[in-house]
């Protein structure tokens, strides 16, 4: 993989001078060093032809750890009659018929508002590292797609799109944690679950347990230090370093 920088943000009154870390895939077998290093895949420019990687704070269940929630455990109790079943399929055999891109689009136009279009929705749904979907269905209706990169130890589950028509039944949340648990179950190591910024993000760091995140120089499991950063997004006036010296060895 190729790792490089980019100048960013500048706030001269804080000293602040950021630089965005990216990097390029150069083949699949160094997907799961990719996630290890913090990155996760940037779909926002559609004109890419290479697969490029952003890095930021996100979230990973490391299975080893990962065990069901009671949040998990009451969540599968209730959709228990549904009767849903879940089918795991390799992507590179699986038919993107329009019914299935107009169920994402249709999922994606009311949830994500106009962040996702058509063109970008198809730059997704063609990404060479995709490597399995989940779909999720009952009594021959579809419920839900899980879409998911996947290389040696490491699952990302990348996009989710599933029917709004069940709200009572926290749908998102058992697709999220049946392809956890999946996971665990046929030996992954970590699953990956995207950004993990601002209390909207609270709800993955409240569900799961075994949870980790990247701060920029590792993984740091301190939960606890995760929700203060989450609720605390909106009002950074500056890097953390500057914040937080301690917390990363210096003293005052």
């Given amino acids: 993989m190729k790792i490089f920088k980019s100048e960013s943000l500048v706030d001269y009154s804080t000293y602040t ?4 870390n990216y990097c390029i895939k150069e083949s699949q077998n160094e997907l799961p060093t990719i996630y290890e290093a913090g990155f996760l895949p940037y779909s926002n420019d559609i004109t890419l032809q290479e697969e490029v990687f952003y890095m930021a704070r996100s979230l990973r269940v490391e299975l080893e ?7 998990n455990r009451r969540v599968a109790r209730k959709i228990a009659e549904l009767d849903i079943t879940l089918e795991v399929l ?15 689009f249709d999922y994606a136009s009311q949830r994500f508002s ?8 198809s730059y997704i749904l063609n990404a060479k590292s995709i490597q399995k979907i989940f779909h999720f269905y009952s009594k021959a209706k579809t419920l839900g797609y899980v879409i998911a990169i996947t290389e040696g130890n490491t699952l990302h589950y990348w996009f989710a799109f599933f029917s709004l028509e069940y709200p009572k039944y926290a749908l998102g949340k058992w697709m999220m944690y049946s392809v956890i648990n ?3 179950e046929n030996a992954y190591d970590y699953v990956y679950l995207g950004t993990c910024y601002g209390e909207k993000s609270l709800y993955k760091v409240r569900d799961f347990k ?4 990247w701060n920029g120089n590792g993984w740091n499991q301190d939960v606890k230090l995760l929700k203060q950063k989450c609720k605390t997004d909106n009002i950074k006036k500056a890097d953390d370093f500057k914040n937080h010296p301690l917390d990363y060895n210096v003293k005052k």
Avoid: V
Wanted: hydrophobic share 40%.
């Fill in 182 to 184: 999946w996971a665990k």
């Fill in 17 to 20: 001078f950021n630089y965005a």
């Fill in 65 to 71: 750890r990962f065990n069901a929630s009671s949040e």
């Fill in 114 to 121: 106009n962040a996702i279009t058509r063109d970008r929705l």
């Fill in 90 to 104: 390799d992507y590179n055999i699986f038919e993107k018929t329009s019914e299935f891109e107009d169920f994402c």
């Fill in 210 to 213: 075994g949870l980790a995140f």
